[in-house]
């Protein structure tokens, strides 16, 4: 398992910008070349900014953790010219392994200093059979975002053991990668920037037609009025209030939210998806507001929140991460957003919970959904 997870990892951390510094075999000595199936212990190094990231990924299966700590003249060799533009060192040891981390019994050390200067190093127990990353008490278990490519590289790895043939020539049933694998279904997030457009188009519109003197341009073009939609009946305002927005700034930040958060949803759950997350939250949102709020109202957030709440519903109950968010970063985001809302006059934050509630729900049921397709 080990081979197979050294070798994707390998590949997707060359993709990130890391250089393979060198690596060992279980057996074999040093070597700086391509890198062998036999692979037990790999050196990496990345500068970023001004931070030198040194990453050690090791078998403890054929390799001993203590003894790659103690290689002390193999650590770094390439960087000491870089000393004189680097502000931090971040030396981080991933031990990959079976059953409970090595430290529960003796706590790991690394280097405190590097030629002088400040070097701060971190452990992370890989339990390469469930996929769990275990950190030393008072240690991030979350740098650099290289948990995730962690995930992506033991997924990988579970995959390529599904395609082997067993030993009695059947090949074993094929386990699904699709959105656990935290790889992009799409690269372009094509409707993201399609509704972006449409609620730009719509928003000039309203000014073409004298938005700056009406204040009530917005309900002619599908804003929510409560008094249109019970009286007259004009339920189709809970979709069109998703497009119409109050003034440029309105769209502008929901325009932001849109891009960071709908782009995401897109590329790693897919276009129907993000239309049933986007459309089905923005309802829930835009119903929340008319019966809690009883107010004029428009704009996306309520979708956008929706958007949140998928993402946060699938990387709490994943443990995973989707471009360096996970859940805990998510949820900081939505309790700052929500408070913000309460306290400031004229945000429609019931709109916003609505369209939360919706999202985190589908999420939910997405994930659910997964799980129970890769079990076949």
């Not at 931090?88 to 430290?103: C, F, H, K, S, T």
């Not at 280097?111 to 890989?126: D, K, M, N």
């Not at 992506?152 to 790895?157: D, K, L, Q, V």
């Not at 970063?329 to 006059?345: K, Q, R, S």
């Amino acid at each position: 398992m080990f081979s197979a997870f050294s070798d994707n990892f390998y590949t997707m951390a060359l993709a990130q910008g890391y250089r393979l510094d060198y690596w060992l075999g279980g057996t074999g000595g040093l070597s700086t070349g391509e890198l062998g199936s036999d692979a037990a212990y790999l050196a990496f190094q990345k500068v970023d900014i001004a931070t030198l990231i040194c990453m050690h990924v090791v078998d403890t299966t054929q390799k001993d953790w203590k003894a790659v700590l103690e290689r002390n003249d193999d650590h770094l060799k390439w960087a000491e010219g870089l000393l004189d533009r680097l502000q931090n060192i971040a030396i981080i040891y991933i031990l990959a392994g079976e059953g409970p981390p090595p430290w529960l019994s003796e706590r790991p050390s690394g280097f405190i200093e590097y030629h002088g200067q400040p070097a701060y190093s971190v452990f992370w127990w890989l339990d390469i059979s469930t996929g769990a990353v275990t950190a030393p008490k008072g240690q991030p278990s979350q740098l650099f975002g290289l948990r995730g490519l962690i995930d992506r590289a033991r997924m990988a790895a579970q995959d390529d053991d599904c395609h082997e043939p067993s030993s009695q020539g059947k090949a074993p049933s094929f386990k699904r990668r699709a959105i656990s694998s935290l790889e992009p279904i799409h690269r372009v997030p094509i409707l993201t920037f399609l509704i972006l457009g449409v609620n730009i188009v719509i928003m000039l519109l309203m000014y073409m037609a004298g938005y700056q003197d009406d204040p009530w341009v917005p309900a002619r073009f599908g804003a929510i009025v409560p008094e249109y939609i019970y009286e007259d009946g004009q339920w189709y305002r809970l979709f069109t209030a998703m497009f119409v927005h109050f003034g440029a700034a309105h769209l502008f930040t929901n325009g932001m939210g849109l891009m960071v958060f709908g782009a995401r949803v897109e590329r790693y759950f897919g276009r129907i998806a993000f239309c049933v997350i986007y459309l089905l939250a923005g309802l829930l949102g835009s119903l929340f507001s008319l019966i809690f709020t009883s107010g004029y109202a428009a704009g996306a957030s309520g979708a956008i929140y929706g958007l949140i709440g998928a993402i946060f519903a699938y990387t709490r109950m994943t443990r995973r991460t989707i471009e360096h968010m996970n859940w805990y970063t998510l949820f900081l985001f939505i309790g700052v957003g929500l408070a913000m809302g309460f306290m400031t006059p004229g945000v429609d934050n019931f709109g916003h919970l609505g369209g939360l509630a919706g999202g985190v729900a589908i999420g939910v049921i997405m994930v659910g959904i997964l799980r129970l397709k890769e079990r076949k």
